[in-house]
């Protein structure tokens, strides 16, 4: 079976005394990519399913030394140091107490998955401070999307982000028609590696449902769906744009304390991404309004219909965000900059990319101090400086 690129960074870590935690959307493979870190473990493991509540009865006794000495043994360990993986850790929340105990005393090791980064912000308290390691599982980018569907044969984790200014038409035609279907299906894997179209749709609608019969429902104390369902609905248009909390509220008919806490739920369950406005000063980042993007463009197209434009940019944000921090730049709706990676280089998204689009942005970015900056281009164009997005 083929590996995600994320096992690497973790197989590197499968020695060190911290817990792993394995974090991200659902159905975006954390289940899979432990199973394959199972496998790589040679002495004593066990492996445990918290769905399963049968699993949970072995972490329920009060005394956790009595704890390892039935792991133990059921393991078969003696002197050997004990691997234990958990798979969907929110479902059983006191488990961290017995992490934290069980690393301190006995130096097992516990790689285990959690299906909401909001619910892990809870379930991890300081308690566990420097005994874990958390890694964000991420829908599959194009690169791996073409590693899975067998159009490159090297696996070459791309992540460090590598840019030149200069393609030629033969680059592009290369992976044009595989871009444009990434496009419109995203990344989660049983969507990449399924073959037919209407099957890849259905997939799609079951991720988005499942969203609300677990996440939404298991770990949140929403008490109407419907609420956040047509905030959802009223996010979908706005799809790159900056967030207006109280226009939002005046038209759903939500205070906008609850919006807020809305937003950092979608966000939290990796549903969505809000981007701060750029700023050299920490205290104006976050007074910024934030742009929304989709997490998965296949996703986003489920739920309803943007235009070719916010598709296209939602795509790039999330191949960006691969590679560090975003952020969009906005001066009084003069200049604007779509995304600018990590303070330090700028990128305009055009779906066809021009000169006079490549004067503006060295204008623009030059105003607040960034050196370095691209387009990025849906469609082939010879514009110096100009990338294209199946090469990011």
Do not use: C
């Not at 445990?48 to 059921?74: S, V």
């Not at 929340?93 to 892990?120: H, Q």
């Not at 799609?204 to 298991?218: G, M």
């Not at 979908?236 to 967030?243: A, H, L, Q, S, Y």
Request: hydrophobic fraction near 40%; charge should be positive.
């Amino acid at each position: 079976m083929k590996k995600r690129y994320l096992f690497d960074d973790l197989l590197k870590y499968l020695d060190h005394k911290n817990a792993l935690v394995i974090t991200g959307m659902r159905q975006v493979g954390k289940t899979t990519i432990m199973k394959q870190l199972f496998e790589k473990v040679s002495g004593p493991k066990l492996w445990f399913d918290f769905e399963n509540p049968l699993d949970l009865l072995h972490f329920e006794n009060i005394n956790y030394d009595g704890i390892y000495e039935t792991l133990k043994q059921e393991a078969g360990s003696d002197k050997d140091r004990l691997y234990v993986f958990i798979d969907e850790i929110q479902n059983f929340p006191d488990i961290t107490k017995i992490i934290k105990y069980l690393i301190d005393k006995y130096n097992v090791k516990f790689i285990v998955t959690g299906s909401s980064n909001y619910y892990l912000k809870n379930l991890f308290p300081e308690s566990l401070s420097g005994r874990k390691f958390i890694f964000i599982l991420q829908p599959i980018n194009f690169n791996e999307y073409l590693f899975f569907n067998d159009k490159i044969t090297k696996r070459e984790p791309n992540k460090n982000l590598d840019l030149k200014s200069s393609y030629s038409l033969l680059d592009f035609k290369k992976y044009e028609t595989d871009y444009q279907t990434y496009l419109e299906y995203g990344g989660f894997p049983e969507v990449v590696t399924t073959t037919d179209n209407a099957t890849k749709k259905l997939i799609l609608k079951n991720i988005f449902a499942s969203f609300f019969e677990k996440d939404i429902k298991v770990l949140s104390d929403v008490k109407d769906i419907r609420e956040l369902r047509d905030l959802i609905l009223m996010l979908v248009p706005r799809t790159g744009n900056i967030i207006d909390i109280t226009k939002l509220s005046n038209q759903l008919g939500i205070n906008r304390v609850k919006i807020y806490y809305y937003l950092e739920l979608l966000q939290g369950t990796f549903f969505i991404k809000l981007i701060p406005k750029f700023s050299k000063s920490i205290d104006r980042t976050v007074a910024g309004g934030r742009k929304v993007y989709f997490a998965d463009t296949g996703l986003l197209n489920i739920i309803g219909k943007v235009n070719d434009g916010q598709l296209f940019e939602n795509a790039v944000a999330n191949q960006l965000n691969f590679y560090g921090d975003l952020f969009y730049y906005n001066k009084r709706s003069i200049s604007e900059i779509d995304f600018i990676l990590n303070k330090e280089i700028a990128f305009e998204v055009k779906l066809k990319s021009s000169s006079a689009d490549l004067k503006k942005l060295e204008k623009n970015a030059s105003e607040i101090g960034v050196k370095k900056y691209y387009l990025v281009s849906k469609n082939f164009s010879e514009t110096d400086k100009t990338i294209f997005p199946m090469y990011l």
